[in-house]
């Protein structure tokens, strides 16, 4: 069932209706897909039959999963390689098959040998067969991230970011996990700084730009280190782009945010849930009903239609 | 006057009835100054406890993590750096040399923590 909501006030003069766009925004986290083109916003309900209809050849999808947390057992999830199963399977009864797989960090729990090769193990049955990481903090232990660039930093720099173009869409990957300085938040760093400054430099402003890192790149909640200290740099870089998508993980938990020409958002664990900000004493495992853990996990569907301002981003729980 | 008295008595079980429900007080460790305190140190709930430890040059402080997520013990000098510690793990260290040394988790740098040794 479609319905379609008009621009009445632009008080702003920012070509967006901030009613109906808090209306959106509310959806949101039922699975309603809100599409921002132009300061028109569309709703559509979630259905069976994908959203978007038929997929145009200059279309773009793909799928963000993160912090899969392999090997971890504890009462929130004791079996994080069947939630994990489950997202797969999830991604391959999408109506639109997405083209490449989005890991945003957190891969494994303590990052042991063991652990990375069963998530690669589980992701080999995914139908997309092309897949992109970036690491999450635990996936950075006892080698400073080591092992993680060996296994998944073929092309990368530095501690593993790197960039790459699909369908004219540019894709960049940041580390925002290493060097963290006590009590401090995520961090970038100046030589990630300078790479990202020359990697964007050359690009058309038309051109949409996706950015994807483990921590938020925005203030979510600093108190429990939900945000990166020197983002605000990284963001600088890319004002000149009309369309700006930011996809992060590490707070599991699905959250959006849309500043200017930048939407932000979070993607839900594929093995336990944590408290909403400030909710509980500490940001750990939240141990919900057993029946209900499928339903606070999920994957991210992401899809860019040329000539599209924004990228269409849907969350779907696992059950 | 009977009615006050009744009241009172109620507020007094009451009083008496919350200070009985209310958490038990964590044990403190010696509070006098200069005096060291044990030489344990329990990592739960995205905290180091106690925050401060004291403790007397040779003394071997072990960290425990009874979280059910991993923690780090590493310190901000260089002096030690503990591998990471999953459930139930635990992370000693001997301070031979006296100072005050702060510390923190590094995959959850909020976390802070020191140890003074006199």
Same mark, same amino acid.
């Given at each position: 069932? &479609?319905?379609?909501? *008009?621009? +009445? $006030? =632009?008080? !702003? $003069?920012? #070509? +967006?209706?901030?009613?109906?766009?808090?209306?959106?925004?509310?959806?949101?986290? %039922?699975?309603?897909?809100?599409? +921002?083109?132009?300061?028109?916003? &569309?709703?559509?309900?979630?259905?069976?039959?994908? /959203?978007? #209809? *038929?997929? #145009? %050849?200059?279309?773009?999808?793909?799928?963000? +999963?993160?912090?899969? $947390?392999? #090997?971890? !057992?504890?009462?929130? !999830? /004791? =079996?994080?390689?069947? %939630?994990?199963?489950?997202?797969?399977?999830k991604i391959n009864g999408l109506a639109t098959p997405p083209e490449f797989l989005l890991h945003t960090g957190d891969i494994s729990h303590l990052s042991k040998p063991e652990e990375f090769d069963t998530v690669d193990q589980i992701l080999k049955s995914a139908t997309a067969k092309e897949l992109f990481f970036v690491p999450g903090e635990h996936d950075m232990l006892n080698d400073d991230g080591k092992q993680y660039l060996e296994r998944y930093g073929k092309g990368s720099q530095g501690a593993g970011w790197y960039s790459f173009d699909k369908k004219g869409v540019h894709f960049i990957g940041l580390v925002n996990v290493l060097n963290l300085k006590a009590g401090g938040l995520g961090t970038l760093g100046p030589e990630q700084l300078e790479w990202m400054k020359r990697d964007v430099e050359h690009l058309k402003h038309s051109t949409p730009i996706v950015v994807f890192a483990h921590i938020p790149l925005w203030s979510v909640y600093p108190e429990w280190g939900w945000a990166t200290e020197d983002s605000e740099q990284a963001l600088g870089l890319l004002k000149k782009f009309g369309s700006v998508t930011v996809l992060n993980g590490h707070i599991h938990q699905t959250m959006q945010k849309v500043e200017g020409n930048v939407t932000f958002h979070t993607a839900a664990s594929t093995a336990f849930p944590q408290p909403q900000p400030g909710k509980a004493d500490s940001p750990g495992p939240m141990k919900v009903p057993a029946d209900q853990l499928k339903s606070v996990l999920g994957i991210t569907d992401v899809r860019h239609v040329p000539g599209q301002h924004a990228l269409a981003v849907i969350d779907s729980p696992l059950g | 006057m009977k009615r006050i008295c009744v009241c009172i008595a109620a507020m007094a079980i009451s009083l008496v009835i919350m200070a009985l429900l209310a958490e038990p007080r964590r044990v403190s460790a010696r509070g006098q100054q200069g005096a060291p305190d044990g030489t344990e140190v329990k990592i739960d709930n995205f905290i180091f406890g106690p925050e401060t430890l004291k403790v007397s040059v040779g003394a071997t402080v072990t960290w425990t993590n009874r979280d059910d997520i991993p923690h780090t013990v590493v310190s901000t000098t260089g002096a030690f750096k503990s591998k990471v510690l999953d459930t139930d793990e635990k992370f000693s260290f001997t301070f031979s040399k006296p100072g005050t040394y702060p510390y923190f988790c590094s995959i959850h740098p909020k976390m802070t923590g020191k140890v003074v040794v006199q």
């Open positions: 069932m &479609k319905s379609k909501d *008009e621009l +009445i $006030h =632009d008080h !702003n $003069h920012d #070509g +967006i209706d901030r009613r109906g766009f808090l209306k959106c925004m509310a959806w949101a986290g %039922t699975g309603a897909l809100c599409v +921002i083109q132009g300061g028109v916003l &569309k709703s559509y309900s979630l259905s069976p039959r994908s /959203p978007w #209809g *038929e997929k #145009g %050849t200059g279309d773009l999808s793909f799928v963000q +999963i993160s912090d899969s $947390h392999m #090997g971890f !057992n504890k009462a929130a !999830n /004791p =079996d994080v390689v069947g %939630t994990l199963k489950a997202a797969v399977d | -």
